[in-house]
């Protein structure tokens, strides 16, 4: 699939916590680097995620804040 957005990360799922609706579902990135993103939980299962799983991340977001 190609894809416009130019934030796309691999990653490799370490932790699920899923709910009854939605989940999170935490990545590493990098080493010691952890991006962690709510999804549903029907996404969890119709994607097949599990901890350690090597799975694409794309970023979409309106507007990013940068705190210095």
Not at 41 to 58: H, I
């Amino acid at each position: 699939m190609a894809i416009s957005a130019r934030n796309n990360i691999i990653g490799k799922i370490t932790e699920i916590k899923k709910g009854q609706v939605m989940a999170e579902v935490t990545l590493e990135i990098a080493s010691g680097v952890s991006v962690v993103s709510a999804i549903t939980a029907n996404s969890v299962d119709r994607l097949g995620l599990s901890e350690g799983k090597e799975v694409g991340v794309v970023i979409k977001a309106t507007s990013v804040m940068i705190d210095a």
